[in-house]
């Protein structure tokens, strides 16, 4: 079922067979009926009565994370391994910092727009991504040099990342203490150590581009 959303986004009828309780014949329920049986057997505790198999209640998380019902959360431990470029007062390693609301270029990413927007990041371990947040470079009345296309690549090896998702970031509002500008783009739960996101254009080409925070989503 995972494969079936995942490929070729089947999200109800044949999919399902044995994940439901309606008898032959009778119309299968759709996908969106799911969630509470998914997130029960994710969320059951090992050995209890009635838990479901580590097997399953992996496959279940997993497919409630392709689903959007386990979106996943912010994991911890995240630490730059690799940026293409940087400059000296603005070090990839400001991305995970924690500030996205502010206009102070010292808190963001930066680096020269002639170069190549390639980050690598270590999660620690071999974990789950559902997904990466994303705040723009947000330079007061500069929000126009930051990232539009980007793809993610996630993999256990940093040298065969195999890429899993794209999307557009759209352009920060290029001022301090606003709402949250962050774009969420979804992975469909793929494991790795490492994610690298790359820029594959801007929204304009200037003297320099970077991006003000991310967050890596997952379990």
């Known amino acids: 079922m ?25 119309s299968v329920q759709p996908i969106e009926a799911l969630p509470e049986r998914l997130q029960a057997w994710w969320k059951s505790a090992p050995g209890a009565e009635g838990a479901a198999s580590p097997e399953l209640a992996r496959e279940a998380r997993r ?20 940026a293409e470029a940087e400059l000296p007062d603005g070090p990839a390693a400001a991305v995970l910092d924690g500030v996205w609301n502010s206009v102070d270029l010292k808190t963001m990413w930066r680096y020269p727009s002639d170069k190549r927007g390639s980050l690598l990041l270590d999660l620690g371990s071999e974990r789950i991504v559902t997904g ?77 581009t970077g991006l003000a925070e991310l967050q890596v989503l997952g379990y």
Do not use: C, M
């Open 2 to 26: 995972t494969r079936s959303v995942v490929l070729h986004g089947q999200r109800d009828l044949w999919a399902q067979r044995g994940l439901t309780d309606s008898p032959r014949g009778e």
């Open 63 to 82: 497919l409630a994370a392709v689903l959007g019902v386990e979106p996943g959360t912010p994991l911890a431990g995240i630490k730059v391994e690799r």
């Open 132 to 208: 990466v947040r994303i705040w723009n470079w947000n330079e007061a009345a500069g929000g126009h040099r930051g990232w539009k296309e980007v793809e993610v690549f996630v993999s256990n090896s940093p040298a065969e990342l195999n890429p899993v998702a794209t999307g557009v970031v759209l352009p920060a509002p290029g001022a301090a203490d606003t709402p949250d500008y962050g774009i969420h783009i979804p992975i469909p739960a793929v494991a790795g150590k490492y994610l690298r996101l790359q820029a594959k254009s801007n929204w304009t080409i200037d003297v320099h």
